[in-house]
T-cell receptor, first 113, second 117 residues
Framework: QQQVKQSPQSLIVQKGGISIINCAYENTAFDYFPWYQQFPGKGPALLIAIRPDVSEKKEGRFTISFNKSAKQFSLHIMDSQPGDSATYFCAASKGSGYSTLTFGKGTMLLVSP | GAVVSQHPSWVICKSGTSVKIECRSLDFQATTMFWYRQFPKQSLMLMATSNEGSKATYEQGVEKDKFLINHASLTLSTLTVTSAHPEDSSFYIC?????????????FGNGTRLTVT
């Protein structure tokens, strides 16, 4: 059972465009939703994260939109740049302390010049 | 801050040999570290949770006798792949969270690419 479903699997966006990646979760106990960015041959790096008490969080060109009732959250990358080309993973965890993350399958983003 | 260092970054070994991968938290203490495995173009799969001073907790389907984990200090966890086989070839990534900070961000190392010939 896949607890975090991510789409699309791959995405091509023109430079300056908006990249949108969606995730849906099943476990209502999840209370922390981070997005990670991974470049080839590197470990994932935390990009932005949100908790269920807010519907949107923005950091620079990156915005998370969160819909608790629909159990969905999405990442929007405004003014996408070629340097944003990477694989993006959404994730979710529950509880506190040392809880583990459940990852989506990832989205390969290519921003064309 | 919160840097996780992994060593080596890549390793090639012969089938049947063992390989040790180190994961260090450079500027913070981590009571718990996590080990993930990632196959090409796939997501990260949690293998085990490494607890300082106690036995690791393995995810279902992960052989604890094959993937030995030692977390001897608050800044170092090691993963040893014993009697490696070609199917063990993968990208192994460790992560850690600053001790005592609750649900704070998980910091990842840069991974170790293991190739078993």
């Amino acid at each position: 059972q896949q607890q975090v479903k991510q789409s699309p699997q791959s995405l091509i966006v023109q430079k300056g465009g908006i990249s949108i990646i969606n995730c849906a979760y099943e476990n209502t106990a999840f209370d922390y939703f981070p997005w990670y960015q991974q470049f080839p041959g590197k470990g994932p790096a935390l990009l932005i994260a949100i908790r269920p008490d807010v519907s949107e969080k923005k950091e620079g060109r990156f915005t998370i939109s969160f819909n608790k009732s629909a159990k969905q959250f999405s990442l929007h990358i405004m003014d996408s740049q070629p340097g944003d080309s990477a694989t993006y993973f959404c994730a979710a965890s529950k509880g506190s302390g040392y809880s583990t993350l459940t990852f989506g399958k990832g989205t390969m983003l290519l921003v064309s010049p | 801050g919160a840097v996780v260092s992994q060593h080596p970054s890549w390793v090639i070994c012969k089938s049947g040999t063992s390989v040790k991968i180190e994961c260090r938290s450079l500027d913070f203490q981590a009571t718990t570290m996590f080990w993930y495995r990632q196959f090409p173009k796939q997501s990260l799969m949690l293998m085990a949770t490494s607890n300082e001073g106690s036995k690791a907790t393995y995810e279902q389907g992960v052989e604890k006798d094959k993937f030995l984990i030692n977390h001897a200090s608050l800044t170092l966890s090691t993963l040893t792949v014993t009697s490696a086989h070609p199917e063990d070839s993968s990208f192994y990534i460790c992560s850690a969270r600053v001790t005592g900070t609750g649900n704070s961000p998980l910091h990842f190392g840069n991974g170790t690419r293991l190739t078993v010939t």
